[in-house]
């Protein structure tokens, strides 16, 4: 396969750094291809302005997806976001690897993806109908691609935990595994994560890159998680709502957009 | 009361743009004091590297936190910081206003958050035991404050519902406003959402601003959400897990960690 791996952390010399030369070690081992976006090393602009649309009017009002989807179409998007898209087409999985900060993406990886998902590339995509509502939940121009989180946290994995104070850390990465990953379409695998590490030592750390070598080496086979596609019947159109009688009776929380059956659709 | 908006939209011009004016000018109206931090238009950096550490030795390893901490301790932040640092301590409430991106906040505000929450500022604060596990989740340096979000989504209000295919509103914030706002202290107060941004004639951009505007009138009378306090008996120490017998049996999700009993504890 053909892997991407998007790197956020500022420190190469970082526990970050260490797991992702562990994980395209093998990678690479498993005969894999793989490219990398290091992030900070390529200093990424993170913020959406009027610098990303070259060709609007300079008197122009910025309307951020309109003009996106212009500059889009019109190939007039700057070089650093069409080298992404690129690769991102090139790819054949992609890997976002970042420390949590204050319960999600470190800035610079958010400005990744305001930047790199154009209007016609990332959403705005596909029909736009009373039958099916654009590509995108499960279609969309990354679709049959996998992609998966490489994430590291400073607390405890019970402070993560279903009931742990910080809210799970399935409903914490939802709006990117879910918003973000399967919205252009692709299979979403289960995240990566290491837990406690201000405070791993070298036995927690060669514990972690095991465990982290695993999951690069089933990469082409781990199940993907089973969110429901959004035009495949389970939620009401236009109101995008689940249908009634699916899910859990009584449930809410994010586990709603989840295939009750464990099984990827 | 002082007022600290916090405004993160790339264009002046815009409904962001028209919404915070009124704003302004309604909680002007009601005698309180606003200041503003439009991160665009102070060019506000987004990126936590070696640069926000000016003390930190040019071939030292950067770890983030230890940095944080160091030059927090020792005031030598950078003056950006240290100038978000004295308008939040001035502030009675604060707001953060933005246009949802990929179902959070733009990567410039998310900057904001990652530079100005320096430890021994916003974390790393208190007593660290077995019976408190720091100041944290309704307790900390902006306790007794209040905070709330101001969102514009170009989605449908029903896509963002208990049942929508995006999550719920609640739920995609509580990463924001139980993980940020919360954390360090604040009172966190129900959003304000605008829906369907794009589409917005005269008429529901009136019903939206009046929305916004009676939101402004009752700033220090609204009850916040009910979060539970990590310390106040409610979670198990060290775990952090919520005590057994405490939420609905069976509920998932981030709603467990709202008191049942709808008062703010």
Chains 1, 2 share one sequence.
Not at 70 to 97: F, G, N, P, S
Not at 181 to 193: E, M, R
Request: charged share 25%; hydrophobic share 40%.
């Amino acid at each position: 396969m053909k892997v991407l791996l998007v790197f956020a952390h500022p420190e190469p010399r970082s526990l970050n750094g260490a797991l992702r030369d562990v994980a395209i070690k093998e990678l690479e081992a498993q005969g894999h291809e793989v490219r990398m976006s290091d992030l900070y090393a390529s200093n990424w602009k993170s913020e959406v302005d009027r610098a990303d649309f070259p060709s609007l009017a300079p008197d122009a009002r910025l309307k951020p997806a309109k003009a996106s989807g212009e500059a889009y179409a019109a190939d007039a998007l700057t070089a650093d976001v069409r080298a992404e898209h690129e690769k991102l087409l090139w790819a054949d999985a992609l890997i976002l690897q970042f420390p949590l900060w204050w319960y999600t993406m470190p800035a610079i990886l958010k400005g990744w993806v305001d930047r790199v998902y154009a209007y016609g590339f990332a959403y705005g995509v596909g029909e736009h109908s009373d039958q099916h509502w654009g590509d995108r939940f499960g279609e969309g121009t990354l679709e049959g691609k996998r992609a998966m989180l490489l994430v590291t946290a400073g607390g405890w994995e019970q402070h993560y935990g279903v009931r742990g104070v910080n809210g799970s850390i399935d409903d914490l990465l939802f709006p990117i595994n879910h918003g973000i990953l399967y919205y252009p379409g692709y299979d979403v695998l289960p995240p990566f994560v290491a837990y406690r590490v201000d405070r791993l030592d070298e036995a927690g750390f060669e514990t972690a890159a095991e465990r982290l070598r695993e999951r690069m080496r089933t990469l082409e086979t781990t199940s993907p998680i089973a969110y429901r596609r959004q035009n495949g019947g389970d939620y009401l159109i236009p109101s995008l709502q689940l249908r009634p009688g699916l899910g859990d009776p009584g449930a809410t929380g994010f586990a709603l957009h989840l295939n009750g059956a464990g099984i990827a659709r």
